[in-house]
């Protein structure tokens, strides 16, 4: 896993709790925490970080990599807003996962590991995406998808009819939104 | 209970703690960073290369050129000295280096001789392997390994690494390139990489040799077989020459020579020479229609003259059995598209053939205009009363040297070459040869050309495509090109640059000779049109300065003049030609125009062949003519000087100066470009001879009486033509 | 040039006139020569089994019956067996001679014909054969 993600989960510690919450972290994990950017670290001790967080914050892992999602996405549309300001609904933002911020991922990070995902968009109202990974965080798929919806002035209704976790060997994400009434 | 100085050691050992973090996540950073650059460097090396060995491929003039360039900068790349080339030759066997690169050249030569002394079979050694796996390869160390004939003198000299790839074609490897450094390496994947585009690269370089070599070869064969064509006229018809002319002579003067018992031999042998002459025209035609170097000259050709011509010619054919000529053409019949010449021949040949098949009877030429899903058309049904023909004898028609049958031939004559020239010919034109047949009813062949030239029918047309074609320097202004108008009347002059303005040219105007030719290198305008019989300006001396000048000797000079009288006109170039063997009677006939009106009229005869001079001072002797002789140009040139004759009779291919050149000596002085000259060749004249010999005149054009659509029309069709002349 | 005495009576077997004309000519200025001729192979068979001459001088290349053929039934048939035959053709082809020899032909020559090439041949075939009847 690139470094970026591990900076991304530091930055979203300090900013809702604090920096002893990720020392904390990191010593119940036993990671060594210098994580640069570009460099390239074991997956495990992401996971590690997210089972200790889930301990200290006594919340299930799931939640801690939804709510990780839910927080970083803001971070990231900071850092890259022309992304974001392409387009005027998550439908549409979510149609260019791969072809556009995916793409862009691979040349910063050449060998980058991220998952491909395949569209239903048959309905207008409804948009189901496919995702299958072995790192199985359709977690931070949710997080993402929900402070996207936000960052759009949407409600968002989101599902998972089929889940990898669930023993399923896709994960689907069953995604509606709506715009707000201002 | 914490004291404040427990919290700040344990603030600062987190501080700390993170620090750390900190700066090894930089350095780490720093690592990627270096390996980023270094990888960017290494990659923009390897674009240089290909690059470089990119231009030396295309620029190369030679391939081993590119292949020297290609082994120095490899080594200079790789920072490995040693560089080997090793050709396939057509047998599929490695030769020995041709080409090497050393950077220490005393040192390394001992590994050249080795090399050059080696021969490696496919799968053997370094070049070996790479030959039969069409693959790149490495070797670590030279030295180690067991598939190395060289390993031995590589330890001695102190060659260890070696890698090599092969020049490809496809799928072919007809090269190998082979490399070694004075210490092992390990393998580098992404060098043999671009090892092998740069590979493929050097392949192109000899697969365009190859194709340039092939071209070059066809192109070769191409011209011997044009020379011979035309050598193999002349060699044929000038001994035929003196066979037919003396032997005719002999018939004609029998009285005067006291011969008259010979008459029958020497009837028999002109029959036979005159058949034979017949017979080599036609395998000459048809050779040179198979060769594709049949030069036809597609123009608008009038119906009405062709016809009388023909028909005059045929006459006496159809007087021999009996047999009435009729002609059904509509009154303004018009013209057709198609090459003079062999409009006639193919008139001709049917004519005659109709004539040959049928006795006590009657041989019609119906001319018609037909309109054929959506194309114009001109019908030349040639019908008979005679034999006819079966199905079977239909089939075996165009067929060459199968006449009817052979009975035909010994019954009929001919050379049974005739109808398989015709069609070949007609459909060389845009047109067809069909036929249709009764036993002992008759037969009615048809010949149908194109009424007009395909696909252009009107003037603007024809000068866009004109212009089209052209890809020499174009002007600036007007989309079909400038074209210079050189004429000393101004009226003249606004006049023809309306029209060429209207039709989408641009215009320039010269007021004289001089300032028109350096307008004409300035401007290198796609056409010109010259005035020739200006009063204070000698239009004779900027036509073959025009003409002189290789930048401006492709440009078609239009001749715009206020002469009225076509054949005039033709004088300024060649007022006729004539083809040897000599036709007596067209001789004296075209000769005969020409007489002049008191006095005995005087022919100067410019032939080196001293045989044909005496004949033609014979022929012409006999019809009152006074006949000077010169050997050749520069004795013409001399005897004209002396005296001018009322005409001139030359030959082409003479030693020293040849025809063209005296034709073009005779229009550039004004005492002597008035007198008519025809022209006697044994050679067929190609289209490029009709235009030297017509001094680079394309046309002559009547100022009086133009209609301006009919000189656009002319002006553009006269550059479509020379364009696609000058193009070939 | 001629032998003497008798006149040799050659048959010339051509559909061509022109060579007819031009050999007869020839003939006729020598002397010593009498040429009959046919222009086509069956004429020249029946012609020769009636009227048997000193000689046949055959063109190849004839209409309906060809020299060949020509050639082959003259010596298949014991009256005119006897009579040499020298073939004529325009065809300049390797083994044209050995063909025509094959055949039965006594001598070959090749078209155009140079006269005293020719008459050297049928000389020397009428000796051959010896004084005739």
Same mark, same amino acid.
């Given at each position: 896993?690139?470094?970026?993600?591990?900076?991304?989960?530091?930055?979203?510690?300090?900013?809702?709790?604090?920096?002893?919450?990720?020392?904390?972290?990191?010593?119940? &994990?036993?990671?060594?925490?210098?994580?640069?950017?570009?460099?390239?670290?074991?997956?495990?001790?992401?996971?590690?970080? !997210? &089972?200790?967080?889930?301990?200290?914050?006594?919340?299930?892992?799931?939640?801690?990599?939804?709510?990780?999602?839910?927080?970083?996405?803001?971070?990231?549309?900071?850092?890259?807003?022309?992304?974001?300001?392409?387009?005027?609904?998550?439908?549409?933002?979510?149609?260019?996962?791969?072809?556009?911020?995916?793409?862009?991922?691979?040349?910063?990070?050449?060998?980058?590991?991220?998952?491909?995902?395949?569209?239903?968009?048959?309905?207008?109202?409804?948009?189901?995406?496919?995702?299958?990974?072995?790192?199985?965080?359709?977690?931070?798929?949710?997080?993402?998808?929900?402070?996207?919806?936000?960052?759009?002035?949407?409600?968002?209704?989101?599902?998972?009819?089929?889940?990898?976790?669930?023993?399923?060997?896709?994960?689907?994400?069953?995604?509606?939104?709506?715009?707000?009434?201002? | 209970?914490?004291?404040?100085?427990?919290?700040?050691? *344990?603030?600062?050992?987190?501080?700390?703690?993170?620090?750390?973090?900190?700066?090894?996540?930089?350095?780490?950073?720093?690592?990627?960073?270096?390996?980023?650059?270094?990888?960017?460097?290494?990659? %923009?090396?390897?674009?240089?290369?290909?690059?470089?060995?990119?231009?030396?491929?295309?620029?190369?003039?030679?391939?081993?050129?590119?292949?020297?360039?290609?082994?120095?900068?490899?080594?200079?790349?790789?920072?490995?000295?040693?560089?080997?080339?090793?050709?396939?030759?057509?047998?599929?066997?490695?030769?020995?280096?041709?080409?090497?690169?050393?950077?220490?050249?005393?040192?390394?030569?001992?590994?050249?001789?080795?090399?050059?002394?080696?021969?490696?079979?496919?799968?053997?050694?370094?070049?070996?392997?790479?030959?039969?796996?069409?693959?790149?390869?490495?070797?670590?160390?030279?030295?180690?390994?067991?598939?190395?004939?060289?390993?031995?003198?590589?330890?001695? *000299?102190?060659?260890?690494?070696?890698?090599?790839?092969?020049?490809?074609?496809?799928?072919?490897?007809? $090269?190998?390139?082979?490399?070694?450094?004075? !210490?092992?390496?390990?393998?580098?994947?992404?060098?043999?990489?671009?090892?092998?585009?740069?590979?493929? %690269?050097?392949?192109?370089?000899?697969?365009?040799?190859?194709?340039?070599?092939?071209?070059?070869?066809?192109?070769?064969?191409?011209?011997?077989?044009?020379?011979?064509?035309?050598?193999?006229?002349?060699?044929?018809?000038?001994?035929?020459?003196?066979?037919?002319?003396?032997?005719?002579?002999?018939?004609?003067?029998?009285?005067?020579?006291?011969?008259?018992?010979?008459?029958?031999?020497?009837?028999?042998?002109?029959?036979?020479?005159?058949?034979?002459?017949?017979?080599?025209?036609?395998?000459?035609?048809?050779?040179?229609?198979?060769?594709?170097?049949?030069?036809?000259?597609?123009?608008?050709?009038?119906?009405?003259?062709?016809?009388?011509?023909?028909?005059?010619?045929?006459?006496?054919?159809?007087?021999?059995?009996?047999?009435?000529?009729?002609?059904?053409?509509?009154?303004?019949?018009?013209? !057709?598209?198609?090459?003079?010449?062999?409009?006639? %021949?193919?008139?001709?040949?049917?004519?005659?053939?109709?004539?040959?098949?049928?006795?006590?009877?009657?041989?019609?030429?119906?001319?018609?205009?037909?309109?054929?899903?959506?194309?114009?058309?001109?019908?030349?049904?040639?019908?008979?009363?005679?034999?006819?023909?079966?199905?079977?004898?239909?089939?075996?028609?165009?067929?060459?040297?199968?006449?009817?049958?052979?009975?035909?031939?010994?019954?009929?004559?001919?050379?049974?070459?005739?109808?398989?020239?015709?069609?070949?010919?007609?459909?060389?034109?845009?047109?067809?040869?069909?036929?249709?047949?009764?036993?002992?009813?008759?037969?009615?062949?048809?010949?149908?050309?194109?009424?007009?030239?395909?696909?252009?029918?009107?003037?603007?047309? *024809?000068?866009?495509?004109?212009?089209?074609?052209?890809?020499?320097? &174009?002007?600036?202004?007007?989309?079909?090109?400038?074209?210079?108008?050189?004429?000393?009347?101004?009226?003249?002059?606004?006049?023809?640059?309306?029209?060429?303005?209207?039709?989408?040219?641009?215009?320039?105007?010269? #007021?004289?000779?001089?300032?028109?030719?350096?307008?004409?290198?300035?401007?290198?305008?796609?056409?010109?049109?010259?005035?020739?019989?200006?009063?204070?300006?000698?239009?004779?001396?900027?036509?073959?300065?025009?003409?002189?000048?290789?930048?401006?000797?492709?440009?078609?000079?239009?001749?715009?003049?206020?002469?009225?009288?076509?054949?005039?006109?033709?004088?300024?170039?060649?007022?006729?030609?004539?083809?040897?063997?000599?036709?007596?009677?067209?001789?004296?006939?075209?000769?005969?125009?020409?007489?002049? $009106?008191?006095?005995?009229?005087?022919?100067?005869?410019?032939?080196?062949?001293?045989?044909?001079? %005496?004949?033609?001072?014979?022929? +012409?002797?006999?019809?009152?003519?006074?006949?000077?002789?010169?050997?050749?140009?520069? +004795? #013409?040139?001399?005897?004209?000087?002396?005296?001018?004759?009322?005409?001139?009779?030359?030959?082409?291919?003479?030693?020293?100066?040849?025809?063209?050149?005296?034709?073009?000596?005779?229009?550039?002085?004004?005492?002597?470009?008035?007198?008519?000259?025809?022209?006697?060749?044994?050679?067929?004249?190609?289209?490029?001879?009709?235009?030297?010999?017509?001094?680079?005149?394309?046309?002559?054009?009547?100022?009086?009486?133009?209609?301006?659509?009919?000189?656009?029309?002319?002006?553009?069709?006269?550059?479509?033509?020379?364009?696609?002349?000058?193009?070939? | 040039?001629?032998?003497? #005495?008798?006149?040799?009576?050659?048959?010339?077997?051509?559909?061509?006139?022109?060579?007819?004309?031009?050999?007869?000519?020839?003939?006729? #200025?020598?002397?010593?020569?009498?040429?009959?001729?046919?222009?086509?192979?069956?004429?020249?068979?029946?012609?020769?089994?009636?009227?048997?001459?000193?000689?046949?001088?055959?063109?190849?290349?004839?209409?309906?019956?060809?020299?060949?053929?020509?050639?082959?039934?003259?010596?298949?048939?014991?009256?005119?067996?006897?009579?040499?035959?020298?073939?004529?053709?325009?065809? $300049?082809?390797?083994?044209?001679?050995?063909?025509?020899?094959?055949?039965?032909?006594?001598?070959?020559?090749?078209?155009?014909?140079?006269?005293?090439?020719?008459?050297?041949?049928?000389?020397?075939?009428?000796? &051959?054969?010896?004084?005739?009847?």
């Amino acid at each position: 896993m690139k470094g970026v993600v591990f900076n991304l989960l530091e930055a979203v510690i300090q900013r809702e709790y604090d920096d002893d919450t990720w020392e904390a972290l990191l010593e119940q &994990a036993n990671v060594g925490g210098a994580y640069t950017s570009l460099g390239s670290y074991p997956d495990e001790e992401m996971m590690k970080l !997210v &089972a200790a967080a889930s301990s200290l914050l006594k919340t299930p892992p799931d939640d801690i990599v939804r709510w990780f999602g839910r927080n970083a996405l803001p971070l990231l549309a900071q850092k890259h807003p022309h992304f974001f300001d392409a387009h005027k609904s998550t439908r549409t933002f979510l149609l260019t996962l791969n072809d556009v911020i995916h793409m862009e991922v691979r040349k910063l990070y050449p060998g980058a590991d991220v998952p491909v995902f395949n569209y239903d968009t048959s309905s207008p109202e409804v948009l189901l995406m496919e995702y299958r990974s072995h790192r199985k965080l359709c977690a931070l798929a949710e997080g993402f998808i929900e402070a996207t919806a936000a960052h759009y002035g949407e409600e968002l209704a989101l599902e998972q009819p089929e889940c990898m976790k669930r023993g399923d060997d896709k994960c689907v994400l069953r995604i509606s939104v709506k715009k707000l009434k201002v | 209970m914490a004291s404040v100085s427990d919290v700040t050691d *344990i603030e600062l050992a987190r501080l700390k703690r993170r620090l750390d973090r900190e700066q090894k996540a930089r350095a780490e950073s720093e690592a990627i960073a270096e390996r980023a650059l270094r990888e960017l460097y290494k990659k %923009q090396k390897e674009i240089e290369l290909l690059q470089i060995i990119a231009v030396a491929a295309n620029e190369a003039l030679t391939t081993d050129g590119a292949m020297q360039t290609a082994l120095r900068q490899v080594c200079a790349h790789t920072g490995w000295p040693v560089g080997f080339f090793h050709l396939k030759n057509s047998s599929g066997e490695l030769l020995p280096p041709t080409l090497w690169h050393l950077d220490k050249p005393d040192r390394f030569e001992t590994f050249r001789r080795v090399s050059e002394a080696l021969r490696f079979e496919p799968g053997i050694g370094l070049p070996g392997r790479v030959l039969a796996s069409r693959k790149p390869a490495w070797i670590a160390d030279v030295t180690k390994d067991p598939n190395f004939p060289r390993a031995k003198a590589a330890a001695d *000299i102190g060659v260890r690494a070696g890698f090599g790839f092969p020049v490809s074609i496809g799928t072919e490897v007809v $090269a190998v390139m082979e490399f070694f450094s004075e !210490v092992p390496v390990e393998p580098d994947e992404s060098l043999l990489e671009v090892m092998a585009d740069v590979g493929k %690269q050097l392949g192109r370089v000899i697969e365009r040799k190859r194709a340039e070599e092939s071209r070059d070869e066809a192109m070769e064969a191409s011209r011997t077989k044009s020379s011979f064509l035309a050598n193999m006229s002349h060699e044929l018809r000038t001994p035929l020459n003196a066979i037919i002319g003396l032997t005719e002579l002999l018939c004609e003067n029998a009285p005067r020579f006291g011969t008259e018992k010979a008459l029958e031999p020497l009837r028999r042998v002109l029959r036979a020479g005159r058949h034979l002459l017949g017979l080599i025209n036609d395998i000459l035609d048809l050779s040179k229609i198979e060769a594709g170097k049949m030069d036809l000259t597609l123009e608008t050709v009038t119906i009405q003259p062709v016809i009388e011509e023909v028909f005059g010619t045929v006459r006496p054919l159809a007087e021999q059995n009996k047999n009435e000529l009729a002609l059904d053409s509509p009154e303004g019949i018009g013209s !057709v598209y198609a090459d003079n010449m062999r409009l006639r %021949q193919v008139l001709l040949n049917l004519l005659s053939n109709a004539c040959k098949f049928t006795k006590d009877g009657t041989v019609r030429l119906g001319v018609t205009r037909v309109e054929e899903a959506g194309q114009h058309w001109v019908d030349f049904a040639v019908s008979d009363t005679g034999i006819g023909m079966t199905e079977e004898q239909l089939g075996r028609l165009f067929q060459e040297f199968a006449q009817a049958d052979a009975s035909t031939t010994r019954q009929f004559g001919g050379t049974g070459l005739g109808l398989a020239i015709s069609r070949r010919l007609c459909r060389l034109m845009g047109g067809d040869v069909t036929v249709t047949s009764e036993p002992g009813k008759g037969s009615t062949f048809t010949m149908r050309l194109p009424a007009q030239a395909a696909a252009l029918t009107s003037p603007i047309e *024809i000068i866009a495509a004109a212009s089209a074609a052209e890809t020499g320097p &174009a002007a600036s202004q007007g989309s079909h090109g400038t074209v210079l108008v050189i004429d000393d009347d101004a009226t003249a002059r606004e006049l023809i640059a309306a029209h060429l303005v209207a039709n989408g040219f641009a215009v320039e105007t010269a #007021a004289n000779g001089v300032d028109g030719l350096k307008k004409a290198r300035e401007l290198k305008p796609v056409a010109i049109t010259l005035d020739i019989l200006m009063p204070d300006i000698d239009g004779w001396t900027v036509l073959p300065a025009l003409k002189g000048d290789p930048e401006l000797t492709d440009i078609p000079v239009v001749i715009v003049t206020i002469v009225d009288e076509q054949r005039r006109g033709i004088a300024l170039g060649a007022a006729g030609y004539l083809t040897k063997p000599i036709d007596r009677e067209r001789l004296v006939e075209i000769l005969s125009r020409h007489r002049s $009106a008191d006095g005995p009229s005087e022919v100067l005869v410019v032939e080196d062949d001293e045989e044909h001079r %005496q004949l033609v001072r014979a022929i +012409l002797g006999a019809q009152g003519w006074v006949v000077r002789e010169a050997a050749n140009g520069r +004795l #013409a040139l001399d005897a004209l000087a002396a005296k001018l004759p009322d005409i001139l009779l030359l030959d082409l291919m003479m030693p020293e100066m040849d025809g063209f050149e005296l034709v073009a000596a005779l229009q550039a002085n004004p005492a002597w470009r008035d007198i008519p000259a025809v022209v006697v060749t044994a050679l067929d004249l190609t289209a490029e001879d009709h235009r030297r010999l017509n001094g680079g005149v394309e046309r002559v054009l009547s100022k009086n009486s133009f209609a301006p659509a009919e000189l656009m029309a002319r002006v553009g069709k006269l550059l479509l033509e020379v364009k696609g002349q000058a193009k070939r | 040039m001629s032998s003497g #005495a008798s006149v040799h009576k050659l048959l010339y077997i051509e559909d061509n006139e022109d060579n007819l004309y031009m050999l007869t000519l020839w003939f006729d #200025a020598l002397g010593g020569y009498e040429i009959v001729s046919a222009p086509d192979g069956a004429t020249g068979i029946a012609m020769a089994a009636a009227e048997p001459p000193d000689l046949i001088l055959m063109d190849l290349n004839l209409p309906e019956i060809d020299g060949w053929e020509a050639t082959r039934r003259l010596k298949a048939d014991p009256a005119t067996r006897d009579i040499p035959i020298i073939a004529l053709s325009a065809h $300049a082809m390797a083994g044209d001679r050995e063909k025509a020899i094959a055949a039965g032909c006594d001598d070959f020559e090749t078209k155009p014909v140079e006269f005293d090439r020719l008459l050297a041949k049928i000389e020397h075939a009428l000796d &051959a054969k010896g004084p005739g009847p």
